[in-house]
C-alpha cells in the first residue's frame, strides 16, 4: 500500500509538473518603454515593433516618446525601433530581465548612405544602393537654410536651376520651370516636380509654383538626377524632385515665422494629430514682399517700379489606417498669388484649387497597392506692356486669360519576389484643357482678341525589375507613352483692327514614346560602389509652347502648333564612397546627355522692335559633364557639405534656315558651366545653430545666338539660431550677405541690352516652435 501511495504521489508530481510550463505560457505581461536620441530628447512618432514567440505587433511612440504593448505573450523575444534619420536599433527583451523596468531605446542618426528614397525606383531604396545621382534633403536641412523659400533652398543641389537665375520671390511664374543636369529650358520644366506623389508641375505651362508646398509640412525633399521617363513619362526628361510631407503619428505642431527688409513678413506653418485609427493635418503659407527694382541704376527710367509679390496656400489632408501598414487619404489645397513684374502695367495673378485622393495599401509581407487620383482648376491672368526706349511711359499690349483644368490618375503594384528581387508594374494618365484668351492692342487701342488653345492627354504604362544580389544592385525598366493633342484652334477676332494671321483649326496629333532604363551598382567594398546608367527619355511639348506668346522685355517670343516631342538618350557612370566610419560620404558621377528636338527660344528677326524668337525644335543638343557631392560628418554637431556640376551643353545639329544665324557649336542658353556650392553647419544638443552657405554660378548667356552674357557671381548665406526653450528658437538669416548685383537678365533692345539684376542682401529675423520638440 505504501508503494501504490508512493507511485501514486509521483504520478501527481509528474502530471503537475507537465501542466506548469503551459499555465506560466498562458500568462501575459506588458512591455513598454521610451525612444531617446543620443541627447536625451523623446523621439515621437518612432516606429516601434516587437517579437515574441506568439506575437508580432506595432505600435508609434507618443509625444514623449513611450510606447506600450499589453498582453504579450512569451518569455522573452525582440523589439525594433525606427524613426526617420536614424539607423534602426534592436535589442532582446526577456521577463526576467525587463518585467518591471521600462526599456530605453537610444536611436542614433544614420549615416548618409543609409537614408531611403523612394523616387530613384518608384520604392523605398537605401540611397547607398541607388544607381543614379540623388540627393536628399532632410527637415533638419531645410530648416537649418538660410534660405527663405523652397527654390532657394535647392539652389544648394549643383544642376538645379531655374529659368533666368529666377526665383519665386519676385520672377513671373512662367519663369519658374526647373531643369536638371544642364539640359537648359524655355520657362517649361525639364524636370518633374512631386508632392507625395502626385505632380505640381503646371500641366499647361511647364512651370512650378514652389510657393504651394508650406516649408513647414515637408519632411525629406528628393532630387533625382538623370532621366526618369521610364517610370514618370514625360516631364522627367532630367530627374525628378520630389517633396516628401509629414504624416501625423501624434499630436504635433510646427509654425516658422520671420519678418525681413523689403516689408518681408512670412508664416509656415503645420500641425497634425492621430484619433484611433484616423489622422489629420493642415499646413498652410502665407508671404508677401515689397520686393526690388529689377533694372540697374544705371539703366532706370520712372516706369520702373518694386518687382514685388504676395501668395498664400493652405492644404488639409484626411487619412485612414488600413490594417497595420495600409492607409487612405482625401487632400484639397489652394493656392492664390499676385505678382508686379516690374512696371506699372505689367502684372500677373493665379488661383488655383485641386483634390485628390490616394491609396496606400499592403497585402501581406510581398505585395503593396498604390493608387492617386486627382483634378485641378486654375485661372491665369496676365499683362504684358511696351516699355519706351528711355523708359519714362509704357502702353498696354496684351491682356491674357489663362483658364486652365487637369484630371490624372495613377496606379503602382510592388511585389517582393523573395529576398532579392522586387517588381513594379503601373500606369497613369493625365489630361490638360488649356487656351490663351488673349485681347491685344497696339498703341493702346484694343485692336483684336485671340483664343488659342486645346486639350492633352498623356497615357503611360511602365515596368521595373529590381534585383539585389550579392554585391550587384540592377534596375531593368521600361516605359511606352500616348500622347495627344486635340480640339486645337486659334482663333482671331478683329476689334479695330485686322487679324495678322487666319483662324486655325489645328489637325489632331499624336505619337508614341518608348523610355527604357538598365541601371547597375555594384560594390566593391563596404565603402565603396560603382555604378552605371543608360536611358532615353521624352518630354511632350507644353499646351504653352504650343499655342502662347509672351513677351519679356523687348522680346516677343511666338508660340509654334508643331512642336515635336523632346527626346533624350542618356549615359552616366559614378562612384561612391563612404569611409572614416560613415563620417564621409563621396559621390562622383559623370552624365551624357543628347536630346533631339529640344526646344528652344530660337532668334528669328533680331533687327525687329521688338526682336521676334519662336519656340523651335532647335535639332541636337549635346550637355555632358562630371557632378560631384560630399559630406563630412565631423562630429553629432558639425556637419560640411559641398557640390560642384561641370556642364557643357551645346548645340550639335542645327539647320539653318534661310536669313538666320547658325547655332551650331553655341552654348544652350540658360546653362552655366560650372556651379560650386557649400555649407557648413554647427547645431549642438543645446541648441545652437549657425549656418553659412555659398554657390559660385559661372556664366551663361541668356539667349541661343550667345549674344548676351550674364556673367559668374558668388553669393554667400548665413543664418544664426538659438533655443530658448526645447519647442521655441529664435534666429536671424541673411542671404547674399556679400550684397551681390548679379544678372538674371540680358535681353536686346533698340538701343543695345537691358539688364535685370538678382536681389540684394536679404535679411530677416525670426522664431520656430515645435510640439514636441525637434531633433537636430
Known sequence: ???????????????????????????????????????????????????????????????????????????????????????????????????????????????????????????????????????????????????????????????????????????????????????????????????????????????????????????????????????????????????????????????????????????????????????????????????????????????????????????????????????????????????????????????????????????????????????????????????????????????????????????????????????????????????SDEQLFTAGLHTRNNAAGGRQRIFGVFGEDLMRFKDWTVILGARVDDWDNFNASSICTPVSGVCSSPSVLYPSRSDLAFSPRLSVLRSLSHNVSVTGSMYRAFRAPTLNELYRSFRLANVLTLNNPYLNAERLTGAEAGINVSTLQQKLDLRGTFFWSDIVDPVENVTVEPMASPVLRQKQNLGRIRSRGVGLDGVVHVNHDIQISAGYAFTDATVVNYTVPPGEISLLGNDVAQVPRNVFTWEARYWNPARVLLSVQGRLVGNQFDDDQNKYPLGSFYTMDLQIGRNLTRNLEIYAAAENILDERYYVANTPTATGSLFNIGPPILYRIGLRMNFPAERP
Do not use: C
Request: net charge negative; proline share 4%.
Open 1 to 435: 500500500m505504501t508503494n501504490f501511495r508512493l507511485a501514486f504521489l509521483v504520478l501527481l508530481l509528474l502530471l503537475f509538473s507537465a501542466l506548469i510550463p503551459p499555465v506560466l505560457s498562458a500568462q501575459t505581461i506588458a512591455v513598454e518603454g521610451t525612444v531617446r536620441d543620443s541627447s536625451g530628447a523623446a523621439i515621437a512618432g518612432a516606429s516601434v515593433t516587437l517579437k515574441s514567440e506568439n506575437l508580432e505587433a506595432s505600435t508609434t511612440t507618443d509625444a514623449q516618446g513611450h510606447f506600450a504593448f499589453a498582453a504579450v505573450s512569451g518569455p522573452s523575444g525582440t523589439i525594433a525601433a525606427r524613426a526617420q534619420g536614424f539607423s534602426t536599433v534592436q535589442q532582446s527583451w526577456s521577463v526576467g530581465t525587463n518585467a518591471d523596468v521600462p526599456l530605453d531605446l537610444e536611436l542614433r542618426p544614420s549615416s548618409t548612405s543609409e537614408e531611403v528614397t523612394v523616387s530613384a525606383a518608384r520604392t523605398e531604396v537605401r540611397l547607398s544602393e541607388t544607381p543614379g545621382s540623388t540627393v536628399l534633403l532632410s527637415s533638419t536641412d531645410m530648416r537649418t537654410t538660410p534660405a527663405l523659400r523652397v527654390d532657394d533652398v535647392l539652389r544648394q543641389v549643383p544642376g538645379f536651376s531655374l529659368y533666368r537665375r529666377s526665383d519665386s520671390r519676385v520672377a513671373n511664374a512662367s519663369n519658374q520651370g526647373v531643369s536638371l543636369r544642364g539640359l537648359g529650358g524655355s520657362a517649361s520644366s525639364r524636370a518633374l516636380v512631386l508632392e507625395d506623389g502626385l505632380p505640381i508641375v503646371d500641366a499647361f505651362g511647364g512651370w512650378v509654383y514652389w510657393d504651394r508646398v508650406a516649408r513647414a509640412s515637408v519632411q525629406d525633399v528628393e532630387v533625382y538626377r538623370g532621366g526618369a521617363s521610364n517610370l514618370y513619362g514625360s516631364d522627367a526628361l532630367g530627374g525628378v524632385v520630389q517633396f516628401i510631407t509629414r504624416q501625423p503619428e501624434a499630436p504635433a505642431f510646427s509654425l516658422e515665422t520671420s519678418y525681413g527688409n523689403q516689408l518681408t513678413p512670412d508664416l509656415s506653418f503645420w500641425t497634425g494629430t492621430r484619433a484611433g485609427k484616423w489622422d489629420l493635418s493642415l499646413a498652410s503659407e502665407m508671404f508677401r514682399t515689397d520686393g526690388y527694382i529689377l533694372v540697374p541704376t544705371w539703366q532706370r527710367g520712372i516706369v520702373d517700379t518694386p518687382a514685388n509679390s504676395r501668395d498664400a496656400s493652405v492644404e488639409v489632408t484626411i487619412g485612414h489606417k488600413l490594417g497595420e501598414r495600409g492607409r487612405i487619404f482625401a487632400r484639397g489645397d489652394f493656392y492664390a498669388e499676385f505678382r508686379h513684374n516690374g512696371t506699372p502695367i505689367q502684372t500677373n495673378d493665379t488661383e488655383l484649387g485641386e483634390g485628390s485622393l490616394g491609396l496606400d495599401e499592403q497585402f501581406g509581407n510581398n505585395d503593396s497597392l498604390t493608387i492617386r487620383g486627382y483634378g485641378l482648376v486654375q485661372s491665369y491672368n496676365q499683362r504684358f506692356s511696351s516699355v519706351a526706349a528711355d523708359r519714362s511711359s509704357e502702353s498696354l499690349t496684351d491682356l491674357q486669360h489663362v483658364p486652365e483644368q487637369v484630371v490624372g490618375g495613377a496606379g503602382q503594384w510592388t511585389h517582393q519576389l523573395g529576398n532579392h528581387q522586387t517588381l513594379i508594374a503601373g500606369g497613369d494618365v493625365m489630361e490638360v484643357m488649356g487656351a
